[in-house]
């Protein structure tokens, strides 16, 4: 069920290109809003939202608010952006992503899904699973899904929303969640927070919130126990190789992983997982916890096998093809720990793995610089473009440069696998000789556009057009 509160009003969406967003978009029009948006360039995204009758304009403007009732924006927009400053002075109201996604839950049996990494998997999971059993859940995540015609949203018609909350901004803190998932904490964000333990007791402070008659969900490590310390609700823990929700007869592969899976009633049976990685084993765990809580509650039946038939969402390991016998994969890790076990990953597949990475926000890159300089370990080669700003200013002494220099030392005598590129068409100059040897090319970032998007040839690759569309993982 979405909320009413937005019925008859005119949302105009900052940053709609940008998936959290543009899923707001179904979401909004369910509650009965007309929708419009702006974005400082077109994609793929833009493009289909047009063709759906969506008013959207390129580039920022003041003029973009006439008639506007409520501006969201992204949380990459600072509150001292233009457009933001030119609302507020006309007295419109003005709401982040998070904050306009609390606002649509208000009324709903909602599960929430938070935490430093694997929300969107885990979240579209739980939402794929209750979708196949007949719950009609709204459905929202951070990513871009094909079963969800291209966008993160779904505006079902039940009381149940499943949805992905950002603890970016702590507008998680906000939802008032009937089962919530936290799928771990790392050290990001922490310049909103102040420190690691502020963000333990923001999450402490929410799950305590959760009724009894909820539940929440957890791993079974690498969260402290003052996180749960005050929870009431039942309390499920999720792990490989403990926990209530745990998996024996783990095999994984290069396409995904296959577990028989270990519930508190007894043996669920053996599941595929079709994307790759320990981590993704892990986060269908507790999205499989997560969806049975629901189906007891709601008196529908989960199918766990038909995890095997959930579609990946778009840049979580979407595979590209295999041009010239090279297999393509993007990826949006963009914090140290996702490059580590996105590698981990990409060389279950065997052979050498050849990255091209893009450092995203400056802060993300001085804060986790350590950990940047370690996370590509397991990688044969390792190219690096300039750092995507997202909005924010440069932070002297940080770059993608000091990084490669980092790294370098780090490797040691493979120092020359490590390499900067200025641009996208003198990465695929430096790449072109390793991938003569290598079975795949992995490349990372929190930006969309990277070496997928670019009119370029990589020797006899060309990479503008390797999507295999007999792929169903394959961008369109």
Not at 323 to 345: Q, W
Not at 444 to 459: D, Y
Request: hydrophobic share 45%; net charge negative; aromatic share 4%.
């Amino acid at each position: 069920m979405i909320s009413p509160a937005f019925r008859g009003l005119h949302v105009h969406l900052m940053g709609i290109g940008g998936a959290g967003v543009s899923a707001l978009v179904p979401l909004l029009e369910r509650a009965g809003a007309a929708v419009s948006g702006c974005d400082s360039g077109v994609d793929g995204t833009i493009t289909r939202l047009r063709a759906a009758g969506l008013p959207i304009q390129v580039g920022h403007a003041a003029s973009h608010l006439d008639g506007v009732d409520l501006l969201v924006h992204t949380a990459a927009v600072g509150v001292d952006h233009p457009e933001i400053v030119s609302a507020l002075a006309r007295g419109i109201r003005v709401l982040s992503r998070g904050e306009c996604l609390v606002k649509l839950m208000q009324g709903s049996r909602t599960v929430a899904v938070s935490g430093s990494h694997g929300k969107t998997s885990t979240t579209w999971m739980i939402g794929h699973l209750l979708t196949v059993a007949g719950a009609d859940p709204v459905v929202m995540v951070g990513g871009a899904v094909g079963a969800l015609g291209g966008s993160g949203g779904r505006a079902g018609a039940s009381d149940l929303f499943i949805a992905e909350t950002d603890e970016s901004d702590g507008s998680f803190a906000g939802v008032a969640a009937e089962i919530a998932v936290v799928t771990n904490l790392d050290h990001e964000h922490l310049r909103h927070y102040g420190s690691f333990s502020a963000l333990e007791d923001a999450f402490a402070a929410w799950l305590a919130r959760v009724p009894v008659s909820g539940a929440v969900i957890v791993p079974t490590t690498g969260l402290s126990a003052r996180v749960t310390a005050g929870v009431r609700a039942p309390l499920l823990r999720c792990g490989l190789d403990a926990g209530d929700y745990h998996a024996v007869d783990v095999e994984l592969t290069a396409d995904g992983s296959r577990m028989r899976v270990i519930a508190p009633d007894g043996d669920l049976g053996e599941v595929w997982v079709p994307l790759p990685g320990a981590h993704m084993a892990h986060n269908a765990l507790m999205a499989i916890a997560a969806a049975r809580q629901v189906g007891r509650q709601s008196q529908c039946a989960i199918n766990v096998q038909s995890l095997a038939r959930c579609e990946r969402v778009r840049r979580r390991f979407t595979v590209h093809g295999s041009p010239n016998g090279v297999r393509v994969v993007e990826d949006y890790g963009h914090h140290p720990t996702e490059v580590a076990v996105t590698i981990a990953a990409a060389k279950l597949g065997g052979g050498r793995v050849h990255v091209l990475f893009q450092p995203h926000r400056f802060t993300r890159t001085a804060d986790c610089f350590a950990g940047f300089s370690s996370a590509f370990d397991a990688a044969d080669s390792v190219t690096l473009l300039p750092i995507y700003a997202a909005s924010e200013t440069p932070i002297p002494g940080v770059s993608a440069r000091v990084l490669v220099e980092a790294i370098a030392a780090r490797r040691g005598q493979r120092w020359a696998t490590v390499a900067h590129a200025d641009d996208v068409d003198e990465a695929v100059n430096l790449l072109a000789p390793q991938l003569l040897t290598a079975p795949q090319l992995l490349t990372m970032g929190g930006r969309i556009e990277l070496l997928l998007r670019a009119p370029s040839t990589l020797g006899t690759y060309t990479l503008s057009g390797v999507a295999d569309t007999t792929d169903p993982h394959a961008w369109p």
